[in-house]
Every structure is written in C-alpha cells, then in structure tokens.
C-alpha cells in the first residue's frame, strides 16, 4: 500500500494552524494510522495512533483524522519546537509503510 | 521506563555483514515484539521486517528476503537484526522500535539508532 503525504513541504510561521495529509492507494483497515514526528538527529516520536488517539505524552494541539483513505495530522497553534518532518505509516494492511514525509518549516 | 539501547556506528566493506543490537529494559520483554526500520541519508522510513519475542516468529519486507535475519535473546532482553552482502546503498540510520505483542502495530519506543556505513 502506498502513502502519499503532501505537501512536501509547508512554510508556515509560530502560532499557525498545519494540515498535513496522507492519502492512502486503499483503504487502510480499521483505520491504523499513525503519525511521527522526526527532528534531525533524532528518531521518530509516535504522534498520533489509531488515526485520531494521541500517544503519551502528546499536547492536545496535535490532532488526527480521517479514515478510509484520507487522513489529516493537524497541529494548531505552531510552537518553534514543532518544525520538524512528519511521517504517516498504516499497520493494518501487511505490510506496513512509511509516507515519504512532510517537511514543516519556519516562514 | 523503556529504553532501547542500540550502538552508534558501524562501518563494514562492501560484501561484508553487520549485526545490529537492541537492548531493552524497562518492560516484560515477552509482551512485545520489535521492527526495524532504517532511512538512508535525508531520505524517509524504511520497515525492514518484524520479529515476536515470544516465539520468535518473524516477517521480513520482501526487499530484504534471504539477506536479513531477525533474532531475540530472551535472556539478555536484546534483539538483533543481521544484514548481508551489504552494499554501499545500504549505508543507512538503522532503528530498532517496540511492537505489539504480534510484533507489528504503531511504535511508540525507538532506539538512537545505528549508523551503518558501508565503505571500501
């Protein structure tokens, strides 16, 4: 199954609002859906699971959605800490995949 | 609380192999599996394959079939994941991440990583 997240890069300043999407080529069984957050150097932090449930520890301005094929990572209200790259990944349908990436960056 | 603790660095030749650890603390090992997952410089997230630490049953990515082994010691909470006929495109961050008890699944804990960098 392929992942396709876009933009490839969003440009967005402190304090805005982030979409980012995953489209899925089928849909992604039960909605097993994740996002990561990686910085560089770093490994990536588990965002998002089950498409729409915050992992530990994760402040309530990120938020997920979507099912089917189409899903959203929505950050709002952008902290300096939140420019980063941001991957989605299904593990419903074997075998899992990696989108390619959404780079956030500083306006 | 979990930790996963992987080497550094690695360098190997061309043809050569590497074996890449993950030590686990923090957790009832048996309760969960792990996968590897590796991104080459400035690229994305690969998945290379999972194993149970249970029974030690595994699912390799169809890319890396008959050149990767997965493997776990219970008694040293550790899991290993060996790579052969390795190749210069090969030279990649490798992670080892928690899994389910099945051993796929979301990963919410992820080693450092290991920089394996293939080079004559």
């Known amino acids: 199954m392929v992942l396709r997240q876009s933009p490839g890069t969003l440009s967005l300043s402190p304090g805005g609002r982030a979409t980012l999407s995953c489209r899925a080529s089928q849909s992604v069984s039960s909605n097993y859906l994740a996002w990561y957050q990686q910085k560089p150097g770093q490994a990536p932090r588990l965002l998002i699971y089950g498409a729409s449930l915050r992992a530990t520890g994760i402040p309530d301005r990120f938020s997920g959605s979507g099912s089917g094929t189409d899903f959203t990572l929505t950050i709002s209200r952008l902290e300096p800490e939140d420019f980063a790259v941001y991957y989605c990944?299904?593990?419903?349908?074997?075998?899992?995949?990696f989108g390619q990436g959404t780079r956030l960056e500083i306006k | 609380q979990v930790q996963l603790v992987q080497p550094g660095v690695e360098v190997k030749k061309p043809g050569a192999s590497v074996k890449v650890s993950c030590k686990a603390s923090g957790y009832t090992f048996s309760n969960h599996g792990f996968a590897w997952v590796r991104q080459a410089p400035g690229q994305g997230l690969e998945w290379m394959g999972w194993?149970?630490?249970?029974?030690?049953?595994?699912n390799y990515a169809q890319k890396f079939q008959g050149r990767v082994t997965m493997t776990t010691d219970t008694s040293t909470t550790t899991a290993y994941m060996e790579l052969r006929s390795l190749r210069s495109d090969d030279t990649a961050v490798y992670y080892c991440?928690?899994?389910?008890?099945?051993?796929?699944?979301?990963?919410?804990?992820w080693g450092q990583g290991t920089l394996v960098t293939v080079s004559s």
């Open positions: 991440a928690r899994a389910n008890r099945y051993g796929s699944g979301s990963f919410e804990f």
């Open positions: 990944q299904q593990y419903g349908n074997s075998p899992t995949t």
């Open positions: 194993i149970r630490s249970d029974n030690g049953n595994t």
